[in-house]
């Protein structure tokens, strides 16, 4: 059997010999089914649907329905990603991980692949659970639940951006290798920080452009949800793709960073 395949299969043996992968899996479950519910039940309220500012097509509230609890379920990605690594060096297993496998460039390899099949199983259940809350809440309400091909489109890209949030919490996790500190830095920037500078940056017109090269502005781009700055104030996004590719570029550098630094990093 290949080396490569064997580093694989032994990351995902670390993952899914912990209790971490179903207490993770719970929580996506639960955040998708609860935001699915909250904002088929906000979207289809008189409010919204009486034709005025805030009236959707099909297609967007079939979308914003069925994406509604991305944004907890990558920063659950994103902590699996920081808790990988971190979790190895907090144990102090992450030496005995380079001794079974020297080349360290093998074992950064063998974390990304496996992360993005991780952040991909994760995403089907998260979709799974989203659709089929919002398509029976859609249901009894009298609103179509496939109103056309691009919502599978963004129930797909889901599975990509949970993936690439997987990846840059590996990043991190290996720039900061202290695991609490990475974790508290990794969420309260996404969940803290970076909204309050995207309300900041949107006051000012050339802020708005900087905006949506911001990690969370890009996710929403990439699901065809547009980014809101101050109020009333829209953010102009990238295409799906131009997101996606900003995505990418987190997550590739972020891993190109860390297995850097990994590779010329004492681990003793």
Do not use: C
């Not at 996004?237 to 996606?244: H, Q, R």
């Amino acid at each position: 059997v290949d080396l490569m395949v064997l580093a694989i299969r032994s990351e995902f043996r670390k993952f899914f010999t912990t209790r971490m992968w179903w207490g993770m899996g719970l929580a996506i479950i639960l955040a998708s089914v609860a935001f699915s519910a909250l904002y088929a039940f906000i979207f289809t309220s008189d409010v919204m649907t009486d034709g005025g500012v805030g009236a959707m097509s099909d297609t967007e509230l079939a979308s914003g329905v069925y994406t509604g609890g991305i944004q907890v379920a990558y920063l659950l990605t994103l902590a699996i990603g920081v808790l990988t690594v971190g979790s190895e060096y907090r144990h102090k297993t992450i030496t005995g991980t380079f001794l079974a496998t020297p080349k360290r460039a093998r074992v950064m390899l063998a974390k990304v692949a496996s992360l993005l099949g991780i952040g991909a199983l994760y995403g089907i259940a998260s979709v799974a659970a989203s659709f089929v809350t919002g398509a029976i809440i859609l249901s009894v309400k009298g609103h179509p639940i496939w109103p056309d091909a691009s919502v599978g489109r963004s129930l797909a890209l889901s599975l990509l951006v949970l993936g690439l949030w997987a990846l840059i919490g590996l990043g991190i996790g290996i720039l900061i290798p202290n695991q609490i500190a990475a974790l508290f830095i990794a969420i309260g920037v996404a969940w803290i920080v970076e909204p309050l500078l995207t309300v900041l940056f949107s006051t000012q017109e050339w802020g708005r452009g900087i905006v949506r090269f911001f990690p969370s502005s890009a996710t929403g781009a990439v699901l065809g949800q547009s980014a809101q700055g101050g109020p009333g104030v829209t953010i102009p996004t990238f295409e799906w793709w131009g997101a996606a590719l900003v995505l990418v570029a987190y997550a590739g550098i972020m891993a190109a960073v860390g297995t850097f630094l990994t590779l010329r990093r004492d681990v003793t």
